[in-house]
């Protein structure tokens, strides 16, 4: 198993640095988790922090081996205003991360697709006070910063009975900064036309691509998540969605290579790891 960049008491105490001093910092967390730390905010994108995967599907056909050691119990993260969910699955959705989560932050509220609502409750409990529902092409404001829904295609854009998005991804604006968490997704017609006008200064994409033989629903691959990034003219691209189970990974190569090609700005983080913003 990989080890992460740091982790548990060193990862705490870079977070803590970079709240005394006032900075605004990136840290990928594994999967598909960033948290995110300005002076006026700190948020949480879609964590998964737990082995409840792992253990799910032991003695089955589509084992979830990890690749890379846990970076941080969820319990231990605490000073968390935001927390979000993208979607349904248990790795954007997590009962063993989410519940201590909430109980270590009682006053963060939790965003979510509107369409999801009845889905979250029975998973995470009696939260109704600490949920926040938004739609594709909503605004919703928390703690200080903004949140806009972006549709998502995992694998397609599905909606519910009312037309509300079962997946979403989020754009954040906080402290100036404007934050692009694509959730899970495939391209589809209107994601870039939805992004543009925001131009992200930094979007977070997945690069697991799309393959059919791993029963699962896909997402980008690295070549169209540089491509993503570059047409919505976000300032710099973060990927995710790797380097978590072994049956649904990818090297990032792909998508280094298509940015340097395009000439658009990226940063990999390995599990652990921070960036300035």
């Known amino acids: 198993m990989k080890s992460a960049f740091q982790k548990d008491d060193v990862l705490l105490a870079d977070i803590a640095l970079a709240r005394t001093a006032g900075r605004a910092r990136l840290w990928w967390l594994g999967q598909s988790g960033f948290l995110l730390h300005t002076p006026g905010c700190t ?27 846990r970076v941080i119990a969820p319990e231990r993260l605490t000073g968390i205003d935001v927390i979000t969910s993208s979607h349904n699955h248990t790795d954007h959705l997590d009962a063993e991360t989410l519940q201590p989560l909430l109980a270590s932050n009682p006053k963060a509220k939790l965003i ?8 979250v409750l029975e998973r995470l409990g009696k939260i109704e006070n600490g949920i926040v529902e938004v739609d594709a092409g909503e605004l919703v404001s928390v703690a200080g910063a903004e949140f806009h829904g972006i549709p998502a295609a995992h694998n397609t854009v599905e909606r519910d009975e009312r037309g509300s998005c079962r997946y979403l991804g989020y754009l ?5 900064r404007t934050i692009y968490h694509s959730g899970d997704t495939l391209l589809h017609d209107g994601l870039i036309a939805a ?17 059919s033989e ?11 998540a540089a491509q993503l990034a570059h047409e919505c003219q976000s300032g710099t691209a973060v990927p995710h969605h790797f380097d978590m189970f072994e049956f649904n990974t990818a090297a990032p190569d792909a998508f280094e290579a298509e940015c340097r090609r395009l000439g658009q700005q990226f940063r990999t983080l390995r599990n652990g790891e921070g960036m300035d913003l």
């Open 112 to 119: 979510i697709p509107r369409a999801n609502r009845a889905f």
């Open 195 to 211: 992004l543009v006008p925001f131009r992200p200064d930094v979007a977070l994409v997945p690069i697991n691509g799309n393959r």
């Open 43 to 69: 948020i949480l994108f879609d964590p998964y922090l737990s082995d409840s995967l792992t253990k799910k599907y032991a003695a089955t056909d589509k084992p979830h081996v990890r690749i890379t050691e």
């Open 172 to 176: 954040a604006r906080v402290d100036g």
């Open 214 to 224: 791993r029963r699962v629903a896909g997402n980008l691959d690295g070549r169209e």
